[in-house]
């Protein structure tokens, strides 16, 4: 069966990404340093292996938004694009925003909703939780 391929990057299209396979993980994230770092009132994100992920161009500029996560984005644009930690080796989160394609991958639930802006709610019928769903 072939391996799918999907592709995104920033606006200004310096930072481009390809992704090979599925997913491990997606969900919209409500915490606030979510929205801070992405001027948004939440943001959606699709995890993967760091090995699914190649950036063929310029890769993104990173900062420490905490003592244990990264944040990547475009350093000519500013687009938010990776979040990596020491909490999830191995792994890397890209924001669904940031593919081509956004709609090829529908977020499986909401996290940090205890965070959630009230005037904000969801009708998608997936499941919710107040802060990081259980693991696995
Ligand atoms: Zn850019
Ligand atoms: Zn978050």
Known sequence: MATRTLEGGCQCGAVRYRISGEPVFAAICHCSMCRRAGGAPAVAWAMFAEDQVEFPKEKPKTY??????????????????????????????????????????????????????????????????????PQG
């Not at 081509?100 to 019928?125: C, E, N, T, V």
């Open 64 to 133: 420490a938004s905490s003592s244990e996560g990264r944040r990547g984005f475009c350093p000519h644009c500013g687009t938010p694009l990776s979040f990596t930690a020491s909490f999830i080796p191995g792994l890397i989160d890209l924001t669904i925003g940031s593919l081509d394609d956004p709609a090829a991958i529908p977020p499986q639930l909401h996290y940090w909703d205890s965070r959630r802006l009230p005037w904000m709610k969801f009708a998608d019928g997936l499941p919710v939780f107040p802060e990081f769903p």
